[in-house]
C-alpha cells in the first residue's frame, strides 16, 4: 500500500508564505487523486484542496480559494500546497491523502494518509 509523508510546516507570521509537501512511496503516486485536509485542536477534520491523478483537475474548499495552490509532480511521487497569504485561521494540523478516484471532499473516503504537518500562523 502506499506510505506518504507530509513536509514543511512550521511558523509563519500573518501573511507569509509555506509550500508544504507529500512524498508517496510503496507504491506509484501516479494512479491516485491527492487531497489536503487539516484539523485545528478541538475542530474536525476539514477538507483543503484536491487534485486529480493527471493534474486537470483541482478545487478548494472556500477559505482558502485565491490563496492556496495545489500541484503535483508524477515523475517525482510528491505532491504539493503552495500557501500564501496565510491567516491566524490556517492554524492546523495539515495532512495529505490519496484515494482512487477524484471525486470526494469527505474524508472519511480517503484511504491512506500521511501523519501531518504542523503550520502555525502568528497574529
Known amino acids: 500500500q502506499v506510505q506518504l509523508v507530509e513536509s514543511g510546516g512550521g511558523l509563519v507570521q500573518d501573511g507569509g508564505s509555506l509550500r508544504l509537501s507529500c512524498a508517496a512511496s510503496?507504491?506509484?503516486?501516479?494512479?491516485?487523486?491527492m487531497g489536503w485536509f487539516r484539523q485545528a485542536p478541538g475542530k474536525e477534520r476539514n477538507f483543503v484542496a484536491r487534485i486529480s491523478s493527471d493534474g486537470r483537475l483541482r478545487s478548494y474548499g472556500d477559505p482558502v480559494k485565491g490563496r492556496f495552490t495545489i500541484s503535483r509532480d508524477n515523475a517525482k511521487n510528491t505532491g504539493y500546497l503552495q500557501m500564501n497569504s496565510l491567516k491566524p485561521e490556517d492554524t492546523a494540523v495539515y495532512y495529505c491523502?490519496?484515494?482512487?478516484?477524484?471525486?470526494?471532499?469527505?474524508?472519511?473516503?480517503?484511504?491512506?494518509w500521511g501523519q501531518g504537518t504542523q503550520v502555525t500562523v502568528s497574529s
Open positions: 510503496g507504491s506509484i503516486f501516479s494512479p491516485y487523486a
Open positions: 491523502a490519496v484515494r482512487r478516484s477524484y471525486y470526494s471532499v469527505d474524508p472519511r473516503d480517503w484511504n491512506y
